[in-house]
């Protein structure tokens, strides 16, 4: 190749290849070679031992010829014998091998004497050195151990040329751009209060002249929190897929490690990476992981490392720099009050449940990509759902498309979408065979609920009444408010205890004892009561003050209880004041049931007869 000029702008510079063979690789090649020539002669040998049995074994099939070959090795017995296989059609003789250990010092022949066998009949009987190799074994082993060496130049050339594949500070978050990130607002349904704050971000990244000419400051961080579910991670998408700019991804346990200081290294490294490709959006999902409360045993010494390094690169964040950072929590409250000053997470913004006009502008997105047969309505479902995040009802939907789709069906029907709504509330469909004493008794269980709610001021509508095992229970009646509701009050909550209350205590009047299908009703009914006393004050006796510091979840997406901060005294009073509200509420429920027995049997017989009833069907039976 002809050589360029000096002043040349394209001149190309060859390096000279590199030694593979040198001092260093040698010597690895050679510890190599050694641990696999010891590994090599451990399998070996195994193979050639075959399977451990006993000496008796070993002796027995001595004496009855029972083998074509005894090889003995130091203190082993070596025994083969022939068999022949039948594969496929085809005989094939193969050798079976089995091996005994003798106690040292001991004379095999001696032991076969003992044992009755004539040494001068032994066949084949010959000693054998305990190392055997060959020379095809040899040139396998060298062939393996140049394998070896030639793997690890590889890895070290590719460190050495910046590949850093054992570099544990680097940041593992995913960039997306453009079409990759593939979401916009129009993909986020309802949640419209939300997306107007977050349009200010959007509005920012696009044209951040028109705010700092005016003076502002646009905020550096914006923390959603919310229940798992209600689209904090598919906001953040948008606002990248809105905006048209860098997105990164990642979450508050890719910063831990084992290694003390891969956390922080790697915040560095996601904060370098941000900065080359602002403007963007840096999305830290589930950032409690590392950003809870220091100096508790929330926190660990290593993820207080992580925590600073996220504070300091937050401060170090330029207002021309415009790199935005968004987060996700579904509990704020664990947060360090460092990360949520002014100058980080300027924003907490509160990404709520959809009432009924989102979930049914939510339901519509996902339905998009789905065929529904014509009678199909998505505000009937809407209005059951109740509670339900964005994913729980893409679930929903995606339920109701499988069922369709085992039903060899191309469109999705209204009795799909109602048994994909009591499957993802209650659970799937049980066809366990049960007693008819087990019936009716389930059926006077759901029908004590339902007419103890039909007739209790304040208590939510039936929906349905069924007998029919779903997951864990053995029969379900579901309430569905007539409009949802921010808030509750205190007759509303008495009366969703009295209603958990009504089967058990149908079971007492008609049964004479109760039985463990209550378990549920015992769990729903406390809760309620252990939240009116201790955290919204609906106590006479104990009054307008919270009780604990509300840090443990219940299954009604409540919070009470964690640590405890009154007098044994008040702990006392508190559980008094639980249990009595719970009696009260069994005492009008068994007034109720006793003053409607007609109209229980009525419903009884009729759940018998369909094991479920509808809302339109119960208020028929009932009114009759």
């Not at 602002?278 to 660990?300: M, N, Q, W, Y």
Request: aromatic share 8%.
């Amino acid at each position: 190749m002809p050589q360029q000029e000096k002043n040349s702008p394209n001149i190309v510079k060859f390096k000279p290849e590199s030694k593979v063979f040198n001092l260093t690789n040698l010597l690895i090649s050679l510890i190599i070679f050694a641990v696999v020539f010891t590994c090599w002669s451990f399998f070996l040998g195994a193979q050639a031992r075959g399977k451990e049995v006993s000496l008796s074994a070993i002796v027995s099939d001595i004496s009855r010829g029972d083998y074509s070959k005894v090889a003995i090795k130091d203190e082993m017995v070596i025994l083969s014998k022939e068999a022949i296989q039948n594969v496929g059609g085809t005989e094939i003789k193969t050798t079976q091998r089995s091996f005994a250990l003798v106690q040292p010092g001991t004379d095999f022949y001696s032991v076969l004497a003992d044992a009755g066998v004539d040494i001068k009949t032994l066949k084949n009987d010959f000693y054998q050195p305990s190392f055997q190799i060959s020379i095809a074994d040899i040139i396998w082993m060298i062939l393996l151990s140049v394998g070896l060496v030639m793997m690890y130049n590889m890895i070290r050339g590719m460190q050495q040329s910046g590949g850093k594949l054992m570099d544990f500070g680097q940041s593992k978050a995913r960039l997306l751009f453009g079409k990759k990130v593939g979401v916009t607002f129009d993909s986020v349904a309802g949640i419209e209060d939300v997306k107007e704050e977050l349009i200010e971000i959007v509005d920012f990244l696009k044209s951040p002249k028109k705010y700092t000419d005016a003076g502002a400051r646009i905020p550096k961080g914006v923390l959603l929190a919310g229940a798992p579910g209600t689209g904090k991670t598919l906001l953040a998408k948008a606002v990248a897929g809105e905006a048209k700019v860098p997105f990164f991804h990642t979450s508050g346990s890719e910063f831990e490690e084992m290694l003390v200081g891969a956390g922080a290294s790697r915040v560095r490294d996601l904060f370098q990476k941000a900065r080359r490709a602002a403007p963007c959006i840096v999305f830290i999902d589930e950032i409690d992981a590392v950003a809870k409360k220091r100096g508790t045993v929330l926190h660990s010494g290593a993820g207080e490392q992580t925590l600073n390094q996220i504070l300091v690169e937050m401060d170090g964040l330029e207002d021309r720099e415009n790199v935005i950072v968004l987060a996700a929590t579904n509990r704020p409250d664990v947060l360090d009050p460092a990360i949520l000053r002014p100058g980080r997470f300027d924003r907490t913004i509160t990404v709520r449940m959809p009432d009924f006009h989102e979930r049914l502008d939510i339901l519509k997105v996902h339905a998009v990509n789905k065929k529904f047969a014509e009678k199909t309505n998505l505000e009937i479902v809407a209005k059951k759902t109740v509670g339900y995040s964005g994913a729980d009802l893409e679930n929903l939907l995606n339920e109701a498309a499988i069922m369709a789709a085992k039903e060899n069906k191309k469109e999705i029907t209204q009795s799909h979408l109602l048994e994909s709504y009591l499957k993802v509330k209650l659970g799937r469909q049980l066809k366990n065979k049960r007693t008819e004493e087990d019936l009716k008794r389930v059926a006077y269980h759901e029908a004590g609920h339902a007419v103890v709610a039909k007739f209790t001021e304040g208590s939510s509508p039936v929906e349905l009444v069924s007998m029919i095992s779903r997951g864990m229970s053995g029969g379900v009646t579901v309430y569905v408010p007539e409009e949802d509701r921010s808030n509750e009050t205190k007759t509303q909550l008495f009366a969703a205890i009295q209603s958990s209350v009504g089967g058990k205590i149908a079971e007492e009047i008609w049964f004479g004892e109760m039985s463990n299908g209550a378990a549920s009703d015992i769990e729903h009914a406390t809760d309620i009561a252990k939240l009116m006393v201790r955290r919204w004050g609906m106590s006479e006796k104990l009054g307008f003050v919270k009780y604990g510091n509300m840090e443990e979840t219940t299954h009604l997406g409540y919070s009470y209880g964690g640590d405890r901060d009154y007098s044994d005294k008040t702990a006392e009073l508190i559980d008094n004041e639980i249990k009595s509200i719970i009696d009260l509420a069994q005492k009008n429920a068994r007034k109720i049931l006793s003053d409607h027995k007609v109209d229980v049997d009525k419903l009884v017989a009729k759940l018998m007869e369909k094991e479920e009833l509808s809302r339109e069907e119960f208020n028929r039976v009932i009114e009759k």
